[in-house]
Every structure is written in C-alpha cells, then in structure tokens.
C-alpha cells in the first residue's frame, strides 16, 4: 500500500508564473490537508478536503490560493502569480474518518520562487 | 536519522489535573521540535516550538513543553486541563530537508 505522494518534490516558479502542487492519497483515504512550512517554522495548516468538498480552509491565504480535490485524481494546491514569499515546503496529509483520525503526511514540495 | 517517539497512545487526566503528554527524540546536531494539536474533523494545529534558547517554551491554550537535552526529551504540559483539550497531540522533529511526527497520543480530559 503505497503512502501518500506528492508531485513534483521540487518546483522552481520565477514570480508572477502559476505553482501547481499534486497530492495523491493512500488508497481508501478520502480526506486530504494541506500545510505550508516556512524556514525554521513548523506546519501551518491551509486546507481540509474531502472528494468534490472543502470542509475547511480557514488557513488559505484569500487571493491565490486555492485547492481542489476532484471526484477522480489528485488533490492540488494551485498558487497563482507567485510571489518570493511563497517559497516552502508545501505538506499534503491524507486520512480515513477512522475512530483516531491518523494523518499520514506525503514527503512534501518544496517550492521555490526565483 | 531523526525520530520522535511518543510512547503513551492514550493519556487520561481529570478536569483541573494538570497533564503531561510525553516526547523522546533522536537527532544528529541540534534539534528542532514541535508539539501540534488536532482536533476532531480538523487539520493539525501548531502549538508551540522549541529552536534554542530557554528550555521551558510556552506556547498556545495554556500550554507549554520543556527541552530537556540530557533527557532528550521534549514533553508537552498544561497545570490545569479542560474538557476542551481532549485530542489529538502530535510531537515532531525537523532538520531543513524533512519533517518527522509522532504516532500521536490522544489525550482525554474527564469533567
């Protein structure tokens, strides 16, 4: 059973160009998250998906971000006109709405914005 | 390689107890660690952190963790609990390239 997987694990975006980040759960998972780590930070949350829903995204930023998570595919973070500030390392986690609600987290994207 | 272990899956205090959730990590040079918070139906929440400095961290809620080197360990402590802390508790470790977590201890708070 593979784990979670996220493609690609490096992406470079000169400012002003779209990021698109892919999130592919474990199998049988149908809730995705997504974090973003700053330098020397821990995980912030962004988002919580479930399949064509999104439950919650109080932690998105309100212009350029946005995610999505189709009925068949991959979840994606897009990030539009990327800005230096952007550049992290971007987490997706994916779980079943088991009785302890484990997260398993993918290796994440580091994204860097020239 | 770096680890984290979290050797208690459950933890149950009384209201108004104080609580310790505990941590032991292994790293090569100096650590950076992390306690998170997860609430039912939600993502994981940061609470507090550890880079350097004082040993005792406070963080968020009334939390607070203590860095112990000699220990290495890294527990997570509250004086007082609520019922409202009942949850998810997840102790991580990083260096620049990679993120490691706990298995989680689920912590429960009776009235």
């Known amino acids: 059973n593979a784990g979670v997987m996220q493609n690609p694990r490096h992406l470079v975006r000169r400012r002003g160009q779209e990021a698109r980040l892919r999130c592919s759960p474990m199998?049988?998972?149908?809730?995705v998250y997504w974090y973003r780590q700053l330098p020397e930070e821990g995980l912030k949350f962004m988002v919580y998906?479930?399949?064509?829903?999104?439950?919650?995204e109080s932690g998105m930023p309100k212009e350029r971000f946005s995610a999505e998570f189709p009925k068949e595919g991959p979840s994606i973070l897009r990030i539009q006109q990327v800005v230096r500030g952007d550049s992290a390392a971007y987490f997706c986690a994916s779980s079943t709405l088991g009785s302890n609600n484990e997260q398993f987290f993918g290796p994440g994207t580091r994204l860097t914005v020239l | 390689a770096q680890s984290v272990a979290q050797p208690e899956d459950q933890v149950n205090v009384a209201e108004g107890n104080p609580l310790t959730v505990k941590c032991t990590y292994s790293?090569?040079?100096?650590?950076?660690l992390f306690w998170y918070v997860q609430y039912p139906n939600r993502g994981l929440q940061f609470l507090l952190k550890?880079?350097?400095?004082?040993?005792l961290v406070k963080g968020s809620y009334g939390f607070e963790a203590e860095f112990n080197k000699s220990q290495t360990s890294f527990h997570l402590k509250k004086p007082s609990a609520l019922v409202s802390d009942s949850a998810l508790y997840f102790c991580?470790?990083?260096?620049?390239?990679?993120?490691?977590f706990g298995a989680g201890t689920r912590l429960t708070v009776k009235p």
């Open positions: 790293v090569s040079g100096n650590p950076y």
């Open positions: 550890y880079i350097t400095g004082d040993n």
């Open positions: 991580a470790v990083r260096d620049p390239n990679d993120m490691r």
């Open positions: 998906l479930q399949k064509e829903n999104i439950i919650d």
């Open positions: 199998k049988g998972h149908s809730h």
